[in-house]
């Protein structure tokens, strides 16, 4: 079993519409939680740190489970420009673990 | 603000031959890591390093070598190129705090022949 999985997508959702992704991840002694974005041909970039209590900043919310080893990440009102790849980080003692990554299309 | 950088940023190389990656932050990171990343398989972290003079295995560590003379610096070395070595690598840095978030360089395009 990997240690973080994620549903590859791609999601194709609307302009306007809700979308939510899921990361699973494996080692219960994981420490942080994260959300990165990635564009074509990018380096991942930060998007947000995910909190037990969780956590929102504009139209994006990020939620962790401990309980059920989940961390999800809620996009609000999709924009074009949210087109990208999303993915999930785990830190645990030292290393960061990644998901593979959730495409995300938006269309017009 | 420079934060990470990776030098090259694209390189083609026959098999067998060697080369070495320079990561380069100015952010006084403690942790840095090596990832390469290929279509569908994710970020796979080949090594990392806790602090200066240290260096630890990954998931994917066989056919590269790694050092942290200074803690600036975080070099990957591919010894004996191989054509499933073709991937893009990615160096990325961060405090050794937990919450802390790792940043990274705009990744080195590596195609093996």
């Known amino acids: 079993r990997k240690e973080v999985e994620q549903d590859p997508g791609p999601f194709n959702v609307p302009e306007g519409a809700t979308v939510a992704f899921n990361c699973t991840y494996s080692?219960?002694?994981?420490?942080?939680f994260f959300w990165y974005r990635q564009d074509c041909r990018k380096e991942p970039k930060l998007l947000m740190s995910v909190y037990s209590s969780g956590n929102e900043d504009g139209r994006f919310t990020a939620q962790l489970n401990r309980a059920s080893q989940y961390i999800s990440l809620l996009i609000r009102d999709s924009k074009l420009s949210d087109s990208a790849t999303y993915l999930c980080?785990?830190?645990?003692?030292?290393?960061?673990?990644f998901g593979t990554g959730t495409k995300l299309q938006v269309i017009p | 603000n420079a934060g990470v950088t990776q030098t090259p940023k694209f390189r083609v190389l026959k098999t067998g031959q060697s080369m070495t990656l320079l990561c380069a932050q100015d952010m006084n990171h403690e942790y840095m890591y090596w990832y390469r990343q290929d279509p569908g398989m994710g970020l796979r972290l080949i090594h990392y390093s806790v602090g200066e003079g240290t260096t630890a295995k990954g998931e994917v560590p066989d056919g590269y070598n790694v050092s942290r003379l200074k803690k600036q610096n975080f070099l990957l070395g591919l010894e004996s190129a191989a054509p499933s070595q073709t991937s893009v690598y990615f160096c990325?840095?961060?405090?050794?705090?937990?919450?802390?978030?790792?940043?990274f360089g705009q990744g080195t395009r590596l195609t093996v022949v």
């Open positions: 990325a840095s961060s405090f050794g705090a937990t919450r802390a978030e790792a940043f």
């Open positions: 080692n219960s002694a994981s420490q942080s």
């Open positions: 980080a785990v830190k645990g003692y030292q290393k960061v673990t």
